[in-house]
Each structure stands twice: as C-alpha cells, then as structure tokens.
C-alpha cells in the first residue's frame, strides 16, 4: 500500500444502507418544520400560560381584633398584610411637635395611638386600591362602619390627599378646631 494514498479507517460494508441527510427524507424534514412553527406560535401566544403570571390578589382583606396591629397613623397590619390608608399622610414615628405650652412629644407615636382608639376592639375591612411608590397596598378600611381613612383625617391626626375633596375637606374642619396634632404648633 502507498504511503501517499489516504486511508478510511471506517468504511460501510456492502449491507450497509447507503448514507443520506434530512434531503431524502421529505416527510420528515416537513415534520420537523411543522412542529417548531406551531411550538413557536404557542410560545408566542401564550406567554403568560408557558412562564407562570402573578394570579390576581385579592379585592379586599378582612381580619377580626385581635389581628389587626397599627404600625404607624397611616399604615395597619391585618394579620400577614401590610395596608396604608388611601389618602391618609402621617408624620412618622419619632418626629418631634411642640404644642402650644411649649411642650414636645412624638407626634408620629401620638398619630398611631389616635388611629389604634378608632379601630379598638372592631373588626377591620378594607377595600384594596393599588399600590404606592413604595409597593405598600392601599387601602380603604372601615372598622365596624367607622370609615378609618376619614377618621383619622377628620380627628387630625394625619393630613389629607388634595385629590380627595372629602379627605380635604374634613382636614380643613380639623385645623380649624385645632383637633388632634393640629393643636401643636409644628404640625
């Protein structure tokens, strides 16, 4: 044997099927291509069905007494949800306000402590109403008929959303009575 003359070192034996690509095969080629297009237009319509979406939260949340907790004159946890009043700004926990005799006190304490006397003892409900730019649900709640958006507005704890005329209207009735934190002079 030459030494110039290239070996095979695998050779098909006569009962070997002759070798041929996808091209001899028209039906399977077409099968091939059928499926990666329909595979495809599933994939692209139906996305949300393929990768899983957020399934909707609930419209409202409830809880009885005991597991209602106020975390600050604006925000309340109703068992394992977290909800800010719609509306509703609070001065938060440890700013300072001086009242008129010149004393000083807390006057985020002194808003939690006035929303906390509103949902005592009550069951609380609240209607859901998207979320802040934190992505804190908000919420309207009523305690046993007591709406408690407006209640701690209109007892001047907390400051009102001007795009809500009643919220607004029941802060202008508090600062005119000086009620709640609208009897410092810092509020």
């Known amino acids: 044997m030459p030494i110039d003359r290239k070996r095979r070192i695998f050779r098909a034996g006569p009962l070997a099927p002759p070798r041929r690509g996808l091209g001899g095969r028209p039906t399977l080629a077409a099968g091939i291509a059928a499926v990666a297009i329909v ?8 996305p949300a069905a393929l990768f899983g979406r957020v399934p909707a939260g609930p419209q409202s949340v409830q809880a009885t007494a005991a597991l209602v907790a106020v975390v600050d004159g604006e925000t309340l946890r109703l068992g394992d949800q977290v909800v800010r ?6 001065p938060p926990r440890g700013q ?3 009242a008129a005799d010149g004393r ?4 985020g ?7 906390a006397a509103l949902l005592r003892g009550r069951t609380v409900d609240c209607r859901l109403q998207g979320r802040d730019s934190a992505g804190v649900v908000l919420a309207t709640c009523v305690a046993d008929g007591t709406d408690l958006n407006l209640g701690v507005i209109a007892g001047g704890w907390a400051r009102a959303a001007r ?7 029941a802060e202008a009735q508090a600062r005119a009575a000086h009620q709640g934190l609208w009897a410092s002079t810092t509020f």
């Open 85 to 90: 009043l719609r509306g509703v700004t609070a």
């Open 163 to 169: 795009s809500d005329p009643a919220l607004a209207a």
């Open 39 to 46: 595979g495809g237009t599933v994939l692209l319509s139906l």
């Open 104 to 107: 000083r006190f807390d006057c």
């Open 96 to 98: 300072v306000c001086e």
């Open 109 to 115: 304490a002194a808003a939690a402590t006035g929303l």
